[in-house]
């Protein structure tokens, strides 16, 4: 069964310090990962994309890294700021005759002062 | 958001009653699809339509029902069916649909459906 996994459900930073958020999936074949960040009551946006070739794609303070030989990724925040303050969801698209898009649970990351 | 717009931003239904949820476009995408969010859960997806006049059943379509008359509105209507309708539900945009793309998602605001 296709499914992606994200680790920790939350957490909890303080201002300026850096996170690294974790995905795991066992979508097979894979087309292409994303990692998209949802604020409260809104709807995703997307933050990177990575495919089969690439291992690490940076956007701003944002780094993420894929490993396709252990199916995992992860999302590293530099210096984190108030407004990193949302969800984070990994999103997983399969390479089957309707582009299967499998989300995962999300990651809940609050950044205090 | 962009050029997504969802209304209304919350709606609440009594049990058995039929609500419309509008999704409408100005990307001039091919594709959109509904999705549903739950707490602690993935998206599920409930339709999505490729082209104008076809749609298809995700995973989770059961007690739904869209429309594509036109390529800007892709509306969703969750009947009395539905026996847990509660949730967050979000409507999104692709250029094109199809396998061995890497066209984003573009997702509206949502909608928040509360059954009282």
């Known amino acids: 069964k296709n499914q992606v996994e994200q680790s920790p459900q939350s957490l909890i930073i303080l201002e300026g310090k850096n996170c690294t958020l974790q995905?795991?999936?066992?979508?097979?074949?894979?087309?292409?990962l994303r990692w998209y960040k949802q604020d409260t009551g809104r709807g995703p946006v997307s933050l990177t994309i990575?495919?089969?070739?690439?291992n690490t794609k940076s956007n701003g303070r944002y780094t993420a890294t894929l490993d396709a030989d252990t199916k995992q990724s992860s999302l590293h925040i530099t210096a984190s700021q108030l407004s990193d303050s949302a969800s984070y969801i990994c999103?997983?698209?399969?390479?089957?005759?309707?582009?299967?898009?499998?989300f995962g649970p999300g990651t809940s990351l609050s950044v205090i002062p | 958001d962009g050029g997504i717009t969802q209304s209304p931003k919350y709606l609440f239904r009594k049990e058995g009653q039929n609500v419309t949820l509008s999704c409408e476009q100005n990307l001039n995408h091919d594709a959109m699809y509904w999705y549903r969010q739950d707490p602690g859960q993935g998206l599920r997806l409930i339709y999505y339509s490729q082209i104008v006049n076809d749609f298809q059943k995700g995973d989770i379509a059961e007690g739904y029902s869209v429309s594509r008359e036109k390529k800007e509105s892709f509306p969703l209507t969750v009947t009395s069916a539905q026996k847990n309708p509660t949730a967050f539900y979000l409507c999104a945009t692709q250029p094109a649909g199809g396998y061995n793309f890497v066209n984003e998602q573009f997702f509206g605001p949502g909608t928040r459906l509360t059954v009282l």
């Open positions: 999103v997983v698209r399969g390479k089957t005759s309707y582009d299967k898009v499998i």
């Open positions: 995905c795991n999936y066992t979508v097979s074949p894979f087309s292409n």
């Open positions: 990575m495919t089969f070739s690439e």
